[in-house]
């Protein structure tokens, strides 16, 4: 079975402050991808991050970051100097291969309530 | 900038009436997604079509709900008759491929009375 567990349900934090959301996953498959998405007040998922089981190189883009460590099944997402306009829902998923359906299934975690205050 | 497109944006209903939301992926992406998210929580698989085929609808309450995507592109998602319960926001996604990064639409908010 599959899970994503996102502890943090809200984070309140002031603006150029760091801010990191983390995200612990359970899977039994080697093949795998997780994900990150913000959504908005506006309500529209959006895209952030996508990597593979296979790479566990960190990577940044711009004032995020994302930390991938395999051996304590992790994928935290770091924003440096957030903006107001950081304050959203952030979600972490998880596809992995699924025998009965014979395809990658996605499972999202519950998410993590950002706040940046100006 | 291609995207999903979803309608109608809200719906508003009784129950034991029947409901349809329309998803339209975006050009060349082979795998869709049908979400139901609840207020608070993280969206929730419904069903997942590979072109024409539907290849993971485990959690979709097939009593009431339908799902069908007959040519391999757009899609239409049916509830009928709608409960009180069924009250969600439904999104849509579509990815070139399964384990791809998905992409969603602005999701249709469904309220029923």
């Known amino acids: 079975a599959q899970k994503v567990t996102q502890a943090q349900t809200e984070i309140s934090v002031v603006e150029k402050e760091d801010v990191t959301l983390d995200c612990v996953y359970e899977t039994r498959d080697t093949t795998y991808y997780l994900f990150w998405y913000k959504q908005p007040p506006s309500g529209e998922l959006v895209f952030l991050i996508r990597r593979n089981s296979f790479d566990e190189q960190n990577e940044i883009s711009g004032r995020y970051s994302w930390n991938f460590q395999k051996s304590t099944s992790s994928f935290n997402f770091t924003i440096t100097a957030s903006q107001v306009v950081d304050s959203a829902v952030y979600f972490c998923?998880?596809?992995?291969?699924?025998?009965?359906?014979?395809?990658?299934?996605?499972?999202f975690g519950a998410g993590t309530r950002l706040f940046v205050k100006a | 900038e291609a995207e999903v497109a979803q309608s109608p944006r809200y719906k508003i209903t009784e129950k034991s009436q029947a409901v349809a939301f329309w998803c339209d992926p975006i050009s060349g992406h082979a795998t869709l997604y049908w979400y139901r998210q609840i207020l608070g929580q993280g969206p929730e698989l419904l069903v997942q079509f590979q072109d024409e085929s539907v290849v993971d609808d485990s959690q979709l309450p097939k009593d009431r709900f339908s799902a069908e995507r007959l040519k391999g592109v757009d899609s239409t998602l049916k509830i009928q008759p709608a409960e009180l319960g069924d009250s969600a926001m439904y999104l849509c996604?579509?990815?070139?491929?399964?384990?791809?990064?998905?992409?969603f639409g602005p999701g249709t908010r469904l309220t029923v009375l």
């Open positions: 996604a579509s990815s070139l491929g399964a384990g791809g990064e998905q992409f």
């Open positions: 998923a998880l596809s992995g291969w699924s025998g009965n359906t014979g395809g990658f299934k996605t499972i």
